[in-house]
Structures are given as structure tokens and as C-alpha cells.
């Protein structure tokens, strides 16, 4: 797929919108077929560029973290590529992180994590952790694929209650692999885990091109 033939979506990257996206401060209104944003309408941030750039971010994240859904009716066009789009993407926009892109989980955070399993074997790690929101709780599983390095840090050796996410991201590598950090109540707590793809709730985050 070819670059030059549109304009680029600044949520997922899509090359072959029709209009810019937006142009003396007003958004086309064009919907990425891509990722279903409309410009002007989902991303107005009342006028502030720079709060359309976190709003963009923000879409871009939940996109990521839903598996990438292909937005419009219909078929995508042959040969269209999330992953692609994004590495794209990625090389544009620093704030992805100084090798690739680094997605948020935002979804995990405050959550406990209820269990680690590593299959030795297969090179895979099953993370199990329960949020609770608005009272409900849901569980997620996390799956690590290819996974190369587990470390489980902790600056105060006592032991928890429970172990509870305070923050967690993965990052695209400079080797290709991707790097999980989950903190744990504080920066000298958590798990780094090294691997070549994650999956939650079965979606894949995208950064293996598998
Ligand atoms: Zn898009």
C-alpha cells in the first residue's frame, strides 16, 4: 500500500484518507474507514490542537487495546495492515516511544493481579488480574508469547496483602521483542517481562507482525 496516494489518518496511521484531516482549524468530517474516528466530531477538543493530539493518542490506545478493528462497513481494502500503519506511524511520532510504539494499559491499572503462571515449555507467561469498577469486577488475561526474561523486582522485602497495578505499559524494542513493565505500588516494585507479542482477553496488541 502506498503512502503518497492520501492523507493519513493521525490516529492509526491509515494512508488513503480522501481529505486532510484537518486544515485552518476546522476538521474535514471525513471518517477514517480504518479506525472510525471522525475529524472534527470525535477529536473537536474544543478548538486546543494540543488537547486534539492527547485525544488522538487516547483513540489510538483504546484501538491498540481492542485488537484493531477494521471500523467501516465492509471489507478492508486487500492488503491493509494495522501493524504496518502503525510502525508508520510510530517513526513519525516521537511520543511513541525511541524505537517503536509503547502502548498504555490503561485497562489494568488498579487492578490486582490474582496469578502468574509460566509455562516453561512453550516460553509463555498467563497473567490473571481482576479490576473492579463501579463496584463489578472483570477479569483480564494477559498472555505473553516467546517470552525471554522474567523479572518479579521488589525494593522492600516484606511481604503483600495484595498485589495490586499501579501502572503498566509495553514497548516496542529495538530487537523487535516487546517489553512489558508493570509497576506494583511503587517505581521499585513490579514485573519486566520480555517477549515477542501480549495478548489481553485474546487480542493482540499488535507489535508482532504474525
Ligand atoms: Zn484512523
Not at 494540543?50 to 487516547?58: F, M, T
Not at 502503525?86 to 491499572?109: H, N, T
Not at 503462571?117 to 505473553?144: A, F, K, N, W
Request: some cysteine; overall charge negative; glycine content about 10%.
Amino acid at each position: 500500500m502506498s503512502t503518497t496516494d492520501g492523507f493519513v489518518c493521525p490516529v492509526c496511521g491509515f494512508p488513503q484518507l480522501l481529505e486532510e484531516p484537518w486544515s485552518d482549524d476546522a476538521g474535514s468530517l471525513e471518517i477514517c474507514p480504518s479506525c472510525g474516528t471522525q475529524f472534527g466530531y470525535n477529536d473537536a477538543a474544543g478548538g486546543d490542537a494540543a488537547r486534539r493530539a492527547r485525544v488522538h493518542r487516547e483513540r489510538r490506545i483504546a484501538w491498540i487495546a481492542a485488537g484493531c478493528p477494521w471500523a467501516a462497513p465492509g471489507p478492508p481494502p486487500p492488503g491493509w495492515d494495522a501493524a504496518t500503519q502503525l510502525k508508520r506511524l510510530a517513526a513519525a511520532d516521537p511520543s511513541f516511544g525511541e524505537y517503536g510504539q509503547r502502548v498504555s494499559l490503561d485497562q489494568i491499572w488498579g487492578g490486582s493481579l490474582l496469578s502468574l503462571q509460566v509455562d516453561v515449555p512453550l516460553h509463555q507467561v498467563h497473567i490473571v488480574i481482576s479490576v473492579i469498577t463501579d463496584g463489578s469486577e472483570r477479569v483480564h488475561e494477559v498472555v505473553l508469547f516467546g517470552v525471554r526474561e522474567l523479572r518479579i523486582f521488589d525494593g522492600n522485602p516484606s511481604e503483600w496483602d495484595y498485589a495490586e497495578i499501579t501502572a503498566g505499559s509495553a514497548t516496542e524494542m529495538e530487537d523487535g521483542s516487546v517489553s512489558l513493565s508493570v509497576t506494583m505500588w511503587t517505581e521499585d516494585a513490579g514485573l519486566a517481562i520480555r517477549c515477542d507479542d501480549i495478548q489481553i482477553d485474546k487480542l493482540s496488541l499488535g507489535f508482532s507482525d504474525a
